[in-house]
T-cell receptor
């Protein structure tokens, strides 16, 4: 078991560009979560998948954000027309039951 | 969602026990109490969870008050590696809800 992996680990982009992040959960976990964390704050929930179904979306997830989990395995989070306020750590977590296992995150910097 | 209150920061000496408090006076009967920690530059890590009874695992112990309005995470012997932000989170398991609602947590510093 290699744990939850995320790619890339760091991304620097210019304002207005689109970015896509990937999350590979622990293989037998059917639940997958995306969170966003800014400096000095705890992570904030963005969205939740059970298998391939997106069951919950936070109000933080504006129309510029979209997430998919096409085959119930890996997931992608896309941000269109990035803004400086999107600069944050994007965390992915997976779970089977009670505990959520987090990946190392993707740090996004929008210049 | 029921909220939790934690001190912003705490200090401990290495190899001494640490008691991290959490108040959750509006907890409902179906809320589980979860603790996660986040080491610098890493994603959060599950520590322990419980409903009513005290719980022990290899990382820590969780002491839950009889009225469930507060709980304490106990690290029996703090090490330098335990320096992290500790989050106390209430989590409801009904329906499709499953996300964690993090507060600011308690930043634990461990002195050698």
């Amino acid at each position: 078991d290699t744990g939850v992996s995320q790619d890339p680990r760091h991304k620097i982009t210019k304002r207005g560009q689109n970015v896509t992040f990937r999350c590979d959960p622990i293989s037998e976990h059917n639940r997958l979560y995306w969170y966003r964390q800014t400096l000095g704050q705890g992570p904030e929930f963005l969205t939740y998948f059970q298998n391939e179904a997106q069951l919950e979306k936070s109000r933080l997830l504006s129309d510029r954000f979209s997430a998919e989990r096409p085959k119930g395995s890996f997931s992608t989070l896309e941000i269109q027309r990035t803004e400086q306020g999107d600069s944050a750590m994007y965390l992915c977590a997976s779970s089977e039951k009670y505990e959520q296992y987090f990946g190392p995150g993707t740090r996004l910097t929008v210049t | 969602d029921a909220k939790t209150t934690q001190p912003n920061s705490m200090e401990s000496n290495e190899e001494e026990p640490v008691h991290l408090p959490c108040n959750h006076s509006t907890i409902s009967g179906t809320d589980y109490i979860h603790w996660y920690r986040q080491l610098p530059s890493q994603g959060p890590e599950y520590v322990i969870h419980g409903l009513t009874s005290n719980v022990n695992n290899r990382m820590a112990s969780l002491a839950i008050a009889e009225d469930r309005k507060s709980s304490t995470l106990i690290l029996h012997r703090a090490t330098l590696r335990d320096a992290a932000v500790y989050y106390c989170i209430l989590r409801f398991y009904g329906g499709s809800q499953g996300n964690l609602i993090f507060g600011k947590g308690t930043k634990l510093s461990v002195k050698p």
